[in-house]
């Protein structure tokens, strides 16, 4: 089992966390830049190296209130829990991080980008030019699928 220090230095490493330090000489680490409210990514490290990692990617009956304790997990496994909670917690409520694209093409070689930015989809020409903006990931594709695109 890993110790609280050895523990603490594998968290330190996630430059884009932020340590805090909470009652019982305990620490959270916080991933600031999340497209979502939640962003304790660890929850109570403490001296006994014990800590909960965000894991709300699981089924919530697989998890202690989204977090799973990682007191007996080795370091590349935490590290592992570490990062797939940052890369979760970069996408927004929708499932997507904030600049994803895809590229649809049509038979005769033209081509579109579906970008998802603030929570609406855009369809965006070759030339850079809008197309049209969309509420849902599937009204935008519908309207690609209409148009004779498909996804590249």
Known sequence: MLSFAEKKAIFDEFEELTMHEVSLKRL?????????????????LHPNGNAFIYAGYLPEEDTMKGYISVLEEDAEMIRQMTADAIEYLKKTVDGYEEGYQENWVEDHGDYLTLEYRNGMWSIIMSSGALEAIFKTRDAAVGYLEDEGFFEN
Request: glycine letters at 0%; zero cysteines; hydrophobic letters at 35%.
């Open 28 to 44: 959270n680490y916080h991933f600031e830049e999340s497209a979502v409210p939640k962003t304790t990514v660890v929850k109570f």
